[in-house]
């Protein structure tokens, strides 16, 4: 783990491709594969607009977090900023709040994982479920326990695999989708619009998670803000093409009434009927799995 006895620092050995898989992995899970459907039904096809502005909300957030994670590259993130501008007390609050954040994250991550699996593979029990989870759950321990490399490769693969099922979904539905769907846009007003946007915003919280293990990326004053900014952007423009594309190839009922919105857009689109859904239910199940790995290793460094 060490760096040298002497100075007691983690190895850097984090490049901009893990920074950016980390922090993609990171917000691709739920506010993308659940989320939909619920904000639709509160703000119709005017949701895109919510979307973009938690969007817009997330970069104060993102330009601070930068700046802190890039002037005090330590392992940590929230904890060690809290610590040195307002002291140990503060800090061992901020610190706990956030390892408790990372930890249910994870957790929720990984039991959304059951929610999914039905659609690939029917019948599973509950008990099943969990135990699938909490395989996940020691497997990711292990991987982390081995070295940040690691962890980092696999979230890689795993990224890549997901954005590749993700700019299948968008390139195959696009061709399909019904106009009509967006004619009513904001059928509960656009105060419904800014209320979802909050609502939203916890799909982009994954984000600055990579500050936490600043301490680990090399050349961390290009590597955070760079990756971080790569990140923002294009799972921004990904889910806003992702929901474009779910509204318009879905009827509007349907999509009010399921927690499984892209699964059954894919459903929806005719070249893909049948397969689609198990397809973009793995998609889930991998952007779960990536969101569990990434909360792993930032709250890992949590204690360091």
Known sequence: MGHGEKTGELKKELRLLE???????????????????????????????SYLIASLLVIPSLFSKAELSTAMPKAGGDYFFIDRSMGPLMGTIGGFAAWFSLAFKSAFALVGISVFLPFPHPGFSQFQMKLIAIFFCIVFT????????????????????LLFLLISYILLGI?????????????????????????????????????????????????????M??????ISILYLLIIFVTIGVTNPFDLRNTLTPITLGADSIPLIAGIGGSVMAVAAILSFITTANAGLLAASRNPM
Request: with cysteine; charged share 10%.
């Open 19 to 49: 920074v950016f898989s980390i922090a993609s992995g990171a917000m691709i899970s739920s506010g993308l594969f659940v989320l939909p459907a619920i904000a639709y039904a509160n703000t119709g096809p005017a949701v895109l607009l």
């Open 142 to 161: 292990i991987i982390n326990i081995y070295g940040v490399k690691h962890s980092g490769k696999t979230q890689i693969i795993m990224v890549m695999g």
């Open 175 to 227: 061709f399909f989708v019904d106009m009509d769907n967006f004619t009513n846009f904001a059928p509960f007003g656009y105060g419904s619009i800014f209320s979802t946007a909050g609502l939203i915003f916890v799909s982009f919280g994954g984000l600055t998670k990579i500050c936490s293990i600043a301490e680990e990326c090399k050349k961390p004053g290009r590597t955070i803000p760079l990756g």
């Open 229 to 234: 900014f790569l990140s923002w952007s294009i």
